[in-house]
């Protein structure tokens, strides 16, 4: 698997693959969210196939936030979550953010494991909509 940067249509090639959002990027709404933040842009790939996306940017000198990101069904079972996390640490680590925060729900149980299991802490939960959709909001201090 080789896990590298990206550009925002690759991102949306792999995001497209993914059933679970219920919301449809488009490169002008990725854009739109990064805006003029530094950003992180990482796909990851098994046999010549885009299979995994995360999306992430600054929100302030210290804190990078892990907007969007996910696996593709050819993807999954394979690792692929935990190198993108991996490899986006490193970075945001390499660049001198203190903080990674990411935002998730109740529903991507998968998500809220890999999370939890690489050292996440959850800082708040906002009720919205069915239990499912509850956000719960992490954080990782990082090691200097």
Known sequence: MLVRQASLEEALTVLATIKEFDHVETVESLQARIA?????????????QLVGVKVGYAKSDDEFYSWIGGVSPLGRGHGV????????????????????????????????????????QILDLEKKGQVADYRLYFEKVLAK
């Open 36 to 48: 003029d933040q530094p950003a992180l842009v990482l796909v990851a790939q098994m046999n010549q």
């Open 81 to 120: 979550a935990q190198a993108l996390l991996e490899a986006q640490e490193a970075w945001v680590k390499a660049e001198g953010y203190k903080r990674l925060t990411v935002k998730s729900r109740n529903r991507f149980a998968a998500m809220l494991r890999l999370l939890l299991r690489n050292g996440y």
